[in-house]
């Protein structure tokens, strides 16, 4: 499943204004990494269908680099409740990143 794509004027709304678990996949189109953890985020979108899944460049939209801080990619943020609760930088096994999701499900 593709993940939605959002940007500076749709990224603080779609945030505020989710009920589930809002994960957002924080990439660069040139980062390498990133590419290879596109298609693992597609899975996940897939797999756990009880959150909302998200995708943006940090590089085109440098209001949400800037608020959350991003100076790495990939960076993966996990928001409740309109507020970051955690996130990932970097790209770690496809293991690892399914139970820190299942961690942010069952928190």
Do not use: H
């Amino acid at each position: 499943m593709k993940l939605k794509e959002l940007n500076d004027e749709t990224f603080f709304e779609t945030v505020k204004n989710s009920e589930k678990l809002v994960i957002v996949d924080c990439y660069s189109p040139k980062c390498a990494p990133c590419e290879v953890l596109a298609p693992i985020m597609e899975k996940f979108a897939e797999e756990f269908p009880q959150a909302d899944f998200y995708k943006i460049d940090v590089v085109e939209n440098y209001k949400v680099m800037k608020e959350f801080g991003i100076f790495s990619v990939p960076c993966i943020l996990f928001f409740k409740d309109g507020q970051l609760q955690s996130e990932v930088i970097g790209l770690y096994p496809e293991n690892t990143l399914r139970l820190k999701i299942q961690a942010m499900l069952e928190a």
